[in-house]
C-alpha cells in the first residue's frame, strides 16, 4: 500500500505528473534566495493527485476572498543525504504554496519518512493579483510502514474527511484539522514567520557570496605565485642556453661583461658614404 492510499485518495484523481521545476521557478514570484533554496534541497516535484468536483462528486467552494475549485496534492521529493530542519521544511512548503495558485497539500519524501503541509490562501483585500497565506500547518515525520498511534489516528481522519465533507475548502479545513493532531508546528502569522525567513535566508545568501569572492581572489593570488615561479624559471633556462640575462637592469653577457648599447640612432651621411 502506498503512502497515498493510506490516506484514501481516490484513483479517479490520480494524476502522477513530474512537474519541469525550472518551468516553476520561471513563472513563480519568488526572489533568488527562495529559488536557491528549491534547486539545492528539491530532487523532483510530482503533482501526485487533483481532487475536484468531477472526480469526487463534491461541490467547489468560491467566496469573494477565496477560490476551492481544485485541491492539488503535491510530492516534493528532497535530494538524499540533506538534513532538513523544521525552519527549512517551513521555507520550503510556503515556497511551493507561493509558487502554485491552488489549495495545496504538500507531502515532502525525505527518504523513508514523509511530513505533510498545508495553509489556507485567500485573496488579498488591497491587491487582488496577491495571495494570502494563513493558518500553515506541519506535521510531524511519518515513517511509511513504522506509524505510531498518533500517526494512525491523523491517517484514519484524513481518509474518512472526502466522504464526511460537502465542498472542497470543507475537505481541505477537516484535513487540517487532522494534522493538528500530529502537528509539529502551527503558524497563524505566516507573514512575519515568514518574513524572518527572509532574513535568514539574505544573510546566508550574503555569506555565499562573500565566501565566493575571498575563493576569488585566493584563486587570482595562486595564479600570481605560479606565474612568477614559472616566469623565474624560464629566466634561469635563458642564462643557461643563451649564456645571456638580466640583473638589476643591467644586461650580461655569457662571459659575465656588461653589455653596453648606445641608445642614440647611428645617422648616415650619405655624401661620405659614397665618397669612401
Given at each position: 500500500m502506498s503512502f497515498y492510499e493510506m490516506f484514501g485518495m481516490p484513483q479517479s484523481c490520480y494524476i502522477?505528473?513530474?512537474i519541469d521545476q525550472e518551468i516553476m521557478l520561471k513563472?513563480?514570484?519568488?526572489?533568488?534566495?527562495?529559488?536557491?533554496?528549491?534547486?539545492?534541497?528539491?530532487?523532483s516535484i510530482v503533482l501526485q493527485y487533483s481532487l475536484n468536483p468531477r472526480c469526487l462528486g463534491i461541490e467547489s467552494y468560491k467566496s469573494k476572498i477565496t477560490t476551492y475549485d481544485e485541491i492539488q496534492v503535491l510530492e516534493v521529493i528532497i535530494k538524499?543525504?540533506?538534513?532538513?530542519?523544521?525552519?527549512?521544511?517551513?521555507?520550503l512548503s510556503l515556497l511551493l504554496l507561493k509558487s502554485i495558485p491552488y489549495p495545496l497539500l504538500i507531502a515532502l519524501n525525505h527518504e523513508d519518512r514523509y511530513c505533510l503541509a498545508s495553509a489556507k490562501t485567500r485573496t488579498h483585500k488591497k491587491?487582488?493579483?496577491?495571495?494570502?497565506?494563513?493558518?500553515?500547518?506541519?506535521?510531524?515525520?511519518?515513517?511509511?510502514?513504522?506509524?505510531?498511534?498518533?500517526?494512525?489516528?491523523?491517517?484514519?481522519?484524513?481518509?474518512n474527511s472526502i466522504s464526511a465533507s460537502?465542498?472542497?475548502?470543507?475537505?481541505?479545513t477537516k484535513w487540517q484539522d487532522s494534522m493538528k493532531v500530529h502537528f509539529k508546528r502551527f503558524y497563524k502569522d505566516v507573514d512575519y514567520e515568514e518574513e524572518l525567513l527572509e532574513k535568514e535566508a539574505m544573510e546566508a545568501l550574503r555569506f555565499d557570496c562573500k565566501q565566493a569572492e575571498k575563493e576569488f581572489e585566493d584563486s587570482i593570488k595562486r595564479k600570481q605565485l605560479?606565474?612568477?615561479e614559472?616566469?623565474?624559471?624560464?629566466?634561469?633556462?635563458?642564462?643557461?642556453?643563451?649564456?645571456?640575462?638580466?640583473?638589476?637592469?643591467?644586461e650580461y653577457n655569457f662571459y659575465g661583461y656588461v653589455e653596453e648599447y648606445d641608445d642614440e640612432e647611428e645617422t648616415i651621411d650619405i655624401n661620405n658614404y659614397y665618397n669612401d
Open positions: 502522477g505528473r513530474h513563472y513563480a514570484k519568488l526572489n533568488e534566495s527562495g529559488k536557491h533554496i528549491v534547486r539545492a534541497y528539491v530532487e538524499p543525504g540533506l538534513e532538513l530542519n523544521e525552519k527549512l521544511v517551513m521555507q491587491n487582488p493579483s496577491k495571495n494570502v497565506i494563513e493558518d500553515l500547518i506541519i506535521s510531524g515525520w511519518v515513517k511509511l510502514y513504522d506509524f505510531n498511534e498518533t500517526d494512525a489516528k491523523m491517517i484514519k481522519e484524513i481518509k460537502d465542498n472542497l475548502l470543507n475537505l481541505y605560479e606565474y612568477n614559472y616566469y623565474k624559471y624560464f629566466e634561469d633556462l635563458s642564462r643557461e642556453i643563451l649564456g645571456h640575462y638580466s640583473e638589476n637592469g643591467q
